[in-house]
């Protein structure tokens, strides 16, 4: 058994009359997490599905006199897939300030549905944390030897929980695929009412071949053959469902520095993967470079979230190709980040180093890559 990061953090929020909201994509843990959380509460608890069509009708009668007899003496109510329940926000909204003692937690696969229902209303009453597929950092009872032996098969098939399960790499090959054919776009097509699922699937292939390479929205249009203001859309929704994220360019406000453009990374490597159909091996690849940076960038993101960090990330680069992979801002401190897959080292650039001198410089390679993401 696994215990996630946020098992103890969300503990320490029950019974502070807060809406806590769990997002994270389908098939990540949520479920199974919350189910833990409620066992260890030490409260009565209320579960409920809110793709459950009798949890919908219980949840939208608002009225606080309905939602007294269904909770009696309940202290914590956890409403699972939650964006599933219309008006959610109105919903949690009642609950949170008719009683006093109570805490919710509500989990969603989708950010766009959840939060722009909930959002609002729930300003100053909730806290937000993101589930992401298993980090380094939670693999506790795990020895060195095994993370290092166990390296390479995470740079191609990642860390969903249900990996740790199966035993053969094609065990593994064939739920990805069914995990990208069957969940992966579901939020988006029933709640934002995406038709062109075929559309959205090739602009994650365009994605996944252009890896932490700059990416520009007109040049996937006339790719995809679609209006740039829709590819904006699509890049924005799967942002939402926690597919990719976008890492834009830093600056200082230096007149060499290129600040408009963006590069997209999957927070997970197989997911990646499973979108191209490509299992093969570390070392008959030749896109490992490339998945080195995804993996390191993906486990520092879980790091700084599980921490509860505000970290900002971006990369950094001159009109004349100078350039360093990460840029991390905390509190404006900055840390600088190269990853290097083979034994190749890399110096500050000279433009960095002369306008940062006092911002760390890391190169992040196989032998010391633990360090900065545990």
Same mark, same amino acid.
């Given at each position: 058994?696994?215990?996630?990061?946020?098992?103890?953090?969300?503990?320490?929020?029950?019974g502070k009359n807060k809406v806590l909201l769990l997002f994270g994509t389908r098939r990540?843990?949520?479920?199974?997490?919350?189910?833990?959380?409620?066992? @260890?509460?030490?409260?009565?608890?209320?579960?409920?599905?809110?793709?459950? $069509?009798?949890?919908?009708? /219980?949840? =939208?009668?608002? !009225?606080?006199?309905?939602? !007294?007899?269904?909770?009696?003496?309940?202290?914590?109510?956890?409403?699972?897939?939650?964006?599933?329940?219309?008006?959610? %926000?109105?919903?949690?909204?009642?609950?949170?300030?008719?009683?006093?003692?109570?805490?919710?937690?509500? =989990?969603?696969?989708?950010?766009?549905?959840?939060?722009?229902?909930? %959002?609002?209303?729930? +300003? #100053?009453?909730?806290?937000?944390?993101?589930?992401?597929?298993?980090?380094?950092?939670?693999l506790a009872g795990e020895s060195l030897l095994r993370t290092v032996q166990s390296l390479?098969?995470?740079?191609?098939? %990642?860390?969903?929980?249900?990996? &740790?399960?199966?035993?053969? @790499?094609?065990? *593994?090959?064939?739920?990805?695929?069914?995990?990208?054919?069957?969940?992966?776009?579901?939020?988006?097509?029933?709640?934002?009412?995406?038709?062109?699922?075929?559309?959205?699937?090739?602009?994650?292939?365009?994605?996944?071949?252009?890896?932490?390479?700059?990416?520009?929205?007109?040049?996937?249009?006339?790719?995809? #053959?679609?209006?740039?203001? +829709?590819?904006?859309?699509? /890049?924005?929704?799967?942002?939402?469902?926690?597919?990719?994220?976008?890492? %834009?360019?830093?600056?200082?406000?230096?007149?060499?520095?290129? =600040?408009? !453009? !963006?590069?997209?990374?999957?927070?997970?490597?197989?997911?990646?993967?499973?979108?191209?159909?490509?299992?093969?091996?570390?070392?008959?690849?030749?896109?490992?470079?490339?998945?080195?940076?995804?993996?390191?960038?993906?486990?520092?993101?879980?790091?700084?979230?599980?921490?509860?960090?505000?970290?900002?990330?971006?990369?950094?680069? +001159?009109?004349?190709?100078?350039?360093?992979?990460?840029?991390?801002? $905390?509190?404006?401190?900055?840390?600088?980040?190269? &990853?290097?897959?083979?034994?190749?080292?890399? *110096?500050?650039?000279? &433009?960095?180093?002369?306008?940062?001198? $006092?911002?760390? &410089?890391?190169?992040?390679? *196989?032998?010391?890559?633990?360090?900065?993401?545990?």
């Open positions: 058994m696994i215990v996630r990061r946020l098992q103890e953090v969300i503990l320490k929020q029950i990540v843990g949520k479920t199974i997490l919350i189910e833990q959380i409620a066992a @260890l509460a030490k409260v009565p608890y209320l579960l409920l599905n809110g793709e459950d $069509q009798e949890a919908q009708v /219980l949840l =939208t009668n608002r !009225s606080a006199a309905n939602y !007294s007899r269904i909770l009696g003496q309940i202290r914590l109510l956890i409403v699972d897939e939650a964006q599933a329940v219309p008006e959610i %926000g109105q919903v949690l909204k009642l609950f949170i300030d008719s009683f006093k003692d109570l805490t919710i937690i509500a =989990t969603g696969s989708s950010a766009f549905d959840l939060m722009n229902k909930a %959002g609002e209303p729930l +300003t #100053g009453r909730n806290m937000t944390f993101h589930l992401y597929p298993i980090a380094q950092l939670e390479d098969e995470r740079l191609i098939y %990642g860390s969903y929980p249900e990996l &740790f399960n199966l035993s053969t @790499l094609a065990e *593994k090959e064939n739920y990805l695929i069914e995990l990208v054919r069957s969940y992966l776009l579901k939020d988006i097509l029933i709640y934002e009412q995406v038709k062109n699922s075929s559309k959205l699937f090739d602009l994650l292939r365009l994605l996944a071949f252009q890896l932490g390479a700059e990416v520009s929205a007109d040049e996937l249009s006339r790719q995809l #053959g679609l209006s740039k203001n +829709t590819v904006e859309r699509y /890049l924005d929704l799967l942002a939402k469902v926690f597919i990719i994220y976008r890492v %834009g360019g830093f600056s200082n406000n230096l007149r060499k520095e290129v =600040t408009k !453009s !963006s590069k997209w990374y999957f927070y997970d490597n197989g997911i990646r993967n499973a979108i191209i159909n490509d299992f093969r091996l570390p070392a008959v690849r030749n896109d490992m470079g490339a998945l080195w940076e995804n993996y390191c960038f993906a486990e520092r993101i879980k790091k700084n979230s599980y921490e509860l960090k505000k970290a900002e990330i971006f990369f950094w680069r +001159t009109y004349d190709q100078q350039e360093i992979d990460l840029i991390e801002k $905390q509190n404006a401190v900055l840390l600088a980040a190269d &990853f290097k897959w083979g034994d190749k080292q890399k *110096k500050k650039p000279v &433009f960095f180093a002369k306008n940062y001198p $006092q911002v760390p &410089f890391l190169v992040i390679n *196989k032998d010391n890559y633990l360090e900065f993401i545990q």
